[in-house]
């Protein structure tokens, strides 16, 4: 995922992606306790998918004010 594919989306769209990435989180973690997950650097990857979405509605919300 790309700053600038996140740059374009709208709050709402924003919003969901990062509750969807948390949820994603979640199972890789439960998968990675049981002894499942065969990606684990996945984890990884989606924590900084977090950071960057956070990051971008931080600075739009900085925008706006």
Do not use: G, S
């Amino acid at each position: 995922m790309k700053a600038t594919e996140l740059r374009e989306m709208t709050d709402v769209e924003l919003a969901k992606q990062l509750k969807d990435l948390k949820a994603e989180l979640f199972n890789l973690r439960f998968q990675h306790a049981i002894n499942q997950l065969e990606n684990p650097l996945r984890i990884e990857t989606v924590k900084k998918d977090i950071a960057r979405v956070m990051t971008i509605m931080a600075e739009k919300n900085a925008n706006n004010a």
